[in-house]
Structures are given as C-alpha cells and as structure tokens.
C-alpha cells in the first residue's frame, strides 16, 4: 500500500513582508487501517466542554489593592493544561470560604498586572489582603497545597 501526504506551502510574514524562507509542512494525519486519512474524522467528535473562563479585562494594581478583604488572584489561561487540571482543586478549596473575592485574571506577555505580581507560571495563586500578599501557589498539584497558602482566610 502507497500512502499518499499532501503538503502545504507556509509564507512567513514578518511586519507586514514575506520572508524569503518557506517551510513545507504535512497536514495533520492520523494512520487507519494501514492508510493516512486527514484528521478530519476526529475533528467529528464531541467538543469538549470548557467551564473555565478568565476575565481578559483586567483591573488595574490600583484597583486590586483597594479591595476589601481576602481577594484570591488566580492567573491562568483557558486553554493551559495545569490550570483546567487545578480547577476542581481550586473549587474545593474555595468551597466553605464564602468570605474570600475570587478573580481569574487571564494572563500572557505584555499584561501589566501578572507582571506586577511576577508571575510566570500558570495558574498561579495569589491571596492578598488589602493590597499585601498573604499567601501564594504555583501550579498547585494537590489540595493541601491550595489550603496552606489560604490559611484562615475567607472562613464563615
């Protein structure tokens, strides 16, 4: 049996001008019964549900630090793999804190208030109170670690 790829030819566009270099790029293939098909048989199945979302308006520092009580800034993505795994973490941790103000702040380069709390992995935790950080957790891997960095805070 022969299989048969087809290729795509990309242009590189840098500010707006072609770039002399091409790349040759198969498309997205999947091997069934002994031939490639294009991976658009896949593509037919089920989305997958999102549940997360991030505020892509951010507030500014300013506005963070003026607000009452505990506030937990979480940074993250909607499509970051270790901040959907941390989701039912973070839910359960939050849970019976009714008195903690939760923010899912989406984060990436340029976006001035994940740089002023220097953060740079995703999800990252930040508790503050009153414009002080109290706690903080970088890609928590289990609950303990989420309970620690919240200690009392935002209990009935």
Not at 32 to 38: K, Y
Request: charge should be positive; include cysteine.
């Amino acid at each position: 049996m022969r299989a048969i790829s087809h290729h795509l030819t990309v242009a590189i566009v840098i500010n707006g001008q072609q770039h002399p270099r091409k790349r040759s790029r198969p498309p997205a293939e999947r091997h069934a019964h002994g031939r490639l098909e294009p991976i658009r048989a896949i593509r037919r199945a089920a989305p997958v549900e999102m549940t997360e979302h991030y505020a892509n308006i951010e507030p500014s520092r300013a506005d963070v630090d003026a607000l009452e009580g505990p506030v937990l800034l979480e940074f993250g993505t909607a499509w970051c793999g270790h901040c959907r795994a941390a989701q039912p973490l973070i839910g359960k941790a939050l849970a019976d804190r009714s008195g903690i103000t939760h923010l899912k702040i989406e984060d990436g380069p340029g976006r001035p208030l994940g740089r002023s709390f220097r953060v740079k992995l995703w999800p990252t935790l930040i508790l503050l109170s009153k414009g002080q950080e109290l706690g903080r957790v970088v890609r928590p891997q289990d609950l303990r670690a989420i309970e620690q960095a919240l200690g009392a805070a935002g209990r009935g």
